[in-house]
């Protein structure tokens, strides 16, 4: 083994417990309400089609009305797409109750932020199984917005958005778990949602699942499995996971070492603006432009 490979192990171990402790550690950040959907037809623009639409929005088609509401919204004239979403969500449509809220969630030209009113609507399209409108809810919630503060409710439609495939759902409600904040602390049902979440794509989520099957926390200690989610996240640019991936790369676990790989995930890492990898090359390869960079 070369003097630099030993030297880069130490450093790397040196500071790794506190890094892959702190990857499960993300405080409770309320995730922002997604965008306006936008319009489905191509046509918002083309005369002739909005007088069309016009006609069956104004004949009472839940559709039309929903459809009108998203163009007057590309058009900024939110206060008009008020009334026909208004119109189509009194009909039951999710699409209509869904955009209704965010409207009122953020306020617009002669109507303050209503948060009360935001809630209802969301609740309404929540109840008809829609994830995003599960997840705002349970993020009003969690937060008391506009809604009394129950953190129990929360995590139950966290749940459901997370079953209906909303990874935010799904990573919230772990940090629930994590925390025992509303629910009783699992460290099983924290791993799960995690795992859920990485599962639909939530990068921060690999991570921290990644870390729990290296600490063994919420099931047995694997480290093929940790491997597995560190990689994941390391090749969409986590510049935590390639710190962590790079450390089981030098790591005699009982699987493959890879001294070089572990190299180039630091510097990647560093390149990224990751202290702790970048002093690391800076301190035993000498390497600290990017060091020097965060300086």
Known sequence: MSQFTLNLRCHVFAVIA????????????????VSLQAS????????????????????????????????????????????????????????????????????????????????????????????PAQFNLALMLSRGEGVAQNKTEAADWYEKAATNGDAR???????????????????????????RAAELGDTNA??????????????????????????????LGVADAQFNLAAMYLESDGLQTDNARARELLQLAAEQGHGKAAAVLCKVAGECEALQKLQ
């Open 18 to 33: 506190a890094m892959l402790s702190a990857c499960a550690e993300l405080p409770f950040i309320p995730l922002s309400m």
């Open 40 to 131: 489905s037809e191509p046509g918002c623009s083309d005369s002739e089609y909005r007088q069309q639409l016009i006609a069956s929005a104004n004949s009472g088609d839940a559709v039309a009305q929903g459809t009108l509401g998203d163009c007057l919204v590309a058009d900024e004239r939110l206060a008009e797409a008020e009334l026909w979403y208004q119109r189509s969500a009194a009909q039951g449509a999710v699409h209509a109750q869904y955009n209704l809220a965010l409207l009122y969630s953020r306020g617009f030209e002669g109507h303050a932020v209503d948060p009360e009113s935001a809630a209802v609507n969301f609740r309404k399209a929540a109840d008809q199984g829609y994830a």
């Open 169 to 195: 759902a799904a990573y919230n409600l772990a940090w629930l778990y994590y925390t025992g904040d509303g629910v009783e602390q699992s460290d099983k049902l924290t791993l799960r949602w995690y795992e």
């Open 206 to 235: 690999m991570v921290r699942t990644g870390y729990a099957y290296y600490a063994g926390i919420g099931a047995k200690k694997n480290d093929k499995l940790a491997r597995q989610w560190y990689r994941l996240a390391a090749e």
